[in-house]
């Protein structure tokens, strides 16, 4: 496993990953100044935070996070 990364061209502001990370502080943020079709997109705000447990990865519906 490894941190998460948001694919841009992707991700659609569904916010799915922001809603099913179990850590505090969330390792998402959402980014009121760039919406897409969906809501406010998600960045990693805290990726030392993930304790890789790929929720976020299975959540996002368009397939926006890749775990490489
Ligand atoms: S769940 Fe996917 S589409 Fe939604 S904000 Fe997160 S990365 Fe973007
Ligand atoms: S892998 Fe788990 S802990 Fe890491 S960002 Fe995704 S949901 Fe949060």
């Not at 919406?35 to 960045?43: F, Q, S, T």
Request: hydrophobic share 35%; glycine share 8%; net charge negative.
């Amino acid at each position: 496993m490894a941190i998460p990364r948001i694919d841009a061209e992707k991700c659609t502001g569904e916010q799915d990953c922001f809603e099913v990370c179990p850590t505090e502080p969330n390792c998402f943020e959402l980014d009121e100044w760039d919406v897409g079709p969906a809501g406010a997109r998600a960045y990693m705000s805290a990726p030392e935070e993930c304790i890789e447990c790929g929720a976020c990865e299975v959540a996002c519906p368009p397939g926006a996070i890749v775990i490489e």
